[in-house]
């Protein structure tokens, strides 16, 4: 008996210590996330939840942010090769397919890596990776379709397609008003859960007043 109740405490003790390592490095990197400004800083970032999600196998969350955090530097930099980071961000993104499947979240990060790669040639590339961000988008909505990420990146999307093609500021409009709406009762699912948005679809909705 005695044996048994050491073992389980024990057991308990290894459990939460690694709870412990897990939480206390995603605090670390999502704070430093929080604070991310430079290319340097994202590219920082994104080492640091590789490591965290290396180091603990059976966590999404690490992988999904090690690729958004990547994701980021192919804005920050006109330059940039969009075509390599965005092939950085589909391994990690893949990873956290692999331990967290139809997710609403890693549908829309999937969005953001077709729409760079799609960006680097529009004419060429619209009729593959136009598809495969709107199917990703598609995805989204029908895992969670109270998601406000969901109706900001679509809104981005319209917002900077040609009014001829069905773009622009008014038909991007409602698509940012949905978001605000939908972040105004969104709740995140943990501290670690994504929760970002908020403020760039607020602006995004004024730029189409």
């Not at 308990?12 to 290319?39: D, F, P, R, V, W």
């Not at 995805?139 to 397609?161: M, V």
């Not at 105004?184 to 607020?202: C, I, L, R, Y």
Request: glycine share 4%; with cysteine; charged share 25%.
């Amino acid at each position: 008996m005695k044996k048994t109740l050491l073992l389980g405490l024990t057991l308990i003790s290894l459990t939460l210590n690694a709870q412990s390592k897990y939480e206390s490095g995603m605090k670390k990197a999502l704070e430093q996330y929080g604070n991310a400004k430079t290319i340097d800083d994202y590219m920082a970032t994104s080492a640091l939840f590789e490591r965290i999600a290396d180091a603990e196998k059976d966590k999404w969350l690490p992988y999904y942010y090690a690729a958004l955090t990547n994701q980021m530097t192919v804005w920050m930099d006109e330059k940039s090769d969009k075509d390599k980071i965005s092939e950085k961000s589909i391994l990690f993104i893949e990873k956290a397919e692999l331990l967290e499947s139809n997710n609403s979240e890693i549908f829309c990060v999937r969005q953001m890596i077709a729409i760079a790669q799609m960006s680097v040639d529009p004419m060429s590339r619209w009729q593959t990776y136009g598809a495969q961000a709107n199917k990703a988008l598609e995805s989204a909505k029908k895992a969670d379709p109270n998601n406000p990420r969901i109706y900001f990146l679509e809104g981005q999307s319209i917002y900077n397609t040609p009014v001829a093609f069905g773009g622009g500021k008014k038909n991007a409009k409602p698509l940012f008003q949905k978001s605000v709406e939908l972040y105004g009762t969104f709740v995140a699912a943990s501290d670690f859960h994504p929760n970002w948005g908020k403020e760039d679809a607020a602006n995004m909705l004024k730029e189409c007043e």
